[in-house]
């Protein structure tokens, strides 16, 4: 059993800045591709980026892209998602996810709990 821990998200200006962590324990985390994906008030969850296990290969949502970054660290069981340029299209809460598959077939098996990312216009 993996259990994931967000943390990271806050408010912040359009343009700004936030850089979101997921540290995972209870397993090897190097076996998992990791991703994030996200869920505004009203809206179903849509992914926001994936990360292969030996963070070789990157796959990112088109609204996302050129902004956002995932990064993970097997040494500290941490996936990163770096995301600038913010808007406030991106409010919503982002969760991190470790699972099977590769970056474009990813299936979840572990969602951590969650972090607020607001973005005041």
């Known amino acids: 059993q993996v259990q994931l821990v967000e943390s990271g998200g806050g408010l912040v200006q359009a343009g700004g800045s936030l850089r979101l962590s997921c540290a995972a324990s209870?397993?090897?985390?190097?076996?998992?591709?990791m991703g994030w994906s996200r869920q505004a008030p009203g809206k179903e969850r849509e992914f926001v980026a994936r990360?292969?296990?030996?963070?070789?290969?990157?796959y990112y949502t088109d609204s996302v892209k050129g902004r956002f970054t995932i990064s993970r660290d097997n040494a500290k069981n941490t996936v990163y998602l770096q995301m600038n340029i913010l808007k406030p299209e991106d409010t919503a809460v982002y969760y991190c996810?470790?699972?099977?598959?590769?970056?474009?077939?990813?299936?979840?098996?572990?969602w951590g709990q969650g972090t607020q990312v607001t973005v005041s216009s």
């Open positions: 990360i292969s296990r030996s963070h070789s290969n990157t």
């Open positions: 996810a470790a699972g099977s598959g590769t970056t474009m077939d990813f299936r979840e098996r572990y």
């Open positions: 209870g397993g090897t985390f190097s076996n998992y591709v």
